[in-house]
C-alpha cells in the first residue's frame, strides 16, 4: 500500500513538471515571423496580431497589436547626401488607433495617438495626443510637453506652436534652442 501511495505521488509530481514545463517551452506557430536580430523576432498569429519574441519563443511585447516594428535612427551625411538607417534598441507598436513605443525588454515607455518613427539625437521623439503635439525622450521623460498647435520642419529644425509661442527644438543636436518659452508654456 505504501508502495503505490509513493508511486502515485512521483507519478503526479511528474506528470505535473512536465506539464509545467511544456507551457514555459511551447513551440510557439506564426502565420509571419521577421528577425529583428540574432536574439529576438517578431511573430504574427493565425488572428494577424503581431508580438515580439526572444529566440526560445518568450514573449516580451503580447500579440495584440496590429504592427509592431524598429525604430531607427536616420543619420544623414551633408556632404554625400546619403542617409543610413541605424538600428536602435526600441519598437513601435500600432494597436487600433493608438501607438506605442518599447524598449527591447517589452516596457512600454509611452502610448499616444501618433509616433513620429525617426528617433532623433539624444534619443527624442516627436509625439501627438488629442490633437495636439510634444517631445518626449526614450526614458518616457518629456522635453516639451504635449500642447503645441502645430509644427513645421526646417531642415533639422523643428518650430513648435504653442498658443502664440514659438519653441524652437534642433533635431541635429537634439535639444531644445531656446528654452525661454518653453518655461512661460510649462
Not at 517578431?42 to 496590429?66: A, P, V
Not at 521623439?125 to 518616457?140: E, Q
Amino acid at each position: 500500500m505504501k508502495l503505490n501511495v509513493f508511486a502515485t505521488i512521483i507519478l503526479t509530481t511528474t506528470l505535473t513538471i512536465s506539464l509545467l514545463g511544456q507551457r514555459h517551452h511551447k513551440t510557439l506557430k506564426f502565420k509571419s515571423v521577421i528577425e529583428f536580430d540574432s536574439k529576438h523576432y517578431f511573430g504574427q498569429n493565425d488572428n494577424g496580431s503581431w508580438g515580439f519574441y526572444l529566440g526560445n519563443s518568450t514573449e516580451i511585447i503580447d500579440s495584440e497589436y496590429d504592427t509592431l516594428y524598429p525604430l531607427h535612427k536616420i543619420e544623414f551625411n551633408p556632404k554625400t547626401f546619403l542617409s543610413k538607417e541605424i538600428k536602435t534598441n526600441f519598437i513601435l507598436g500600432r494597436s487600433g488607433k493608438k501607438y506605442s513605443l518599447f524598449n527591447l525588454k517589452g516596457h512600454k515607455i509611452t502610448t499616444v495617438d501618433g509616433i513620429m518613427p525617426r528617433l532623433m539625437k539624444n534619443n527624442i521623439l516627436l509625439i501627438k495626443n488629442n490633437g495636439l503635439w510634444g517631445l518626449i525622450n526614450t526614458s518616457g521623460e518629456y522635453i516639451l510637453p504635449i500642447v503645441a498647435h502645430n509644427i513645421e520642419w526646417y531642415d533639422e529644425m523643428l518650430s513648435l506652436k504653442v498658443k502664440d509661442k514659438i519653441v524652437l527644438f534642433d533635431a541635429h543636436n537634439g535639444e531644445l534652442v531656446d528654452q525661454r518659452n518653453l518655461y512661460e508654456i510649462q
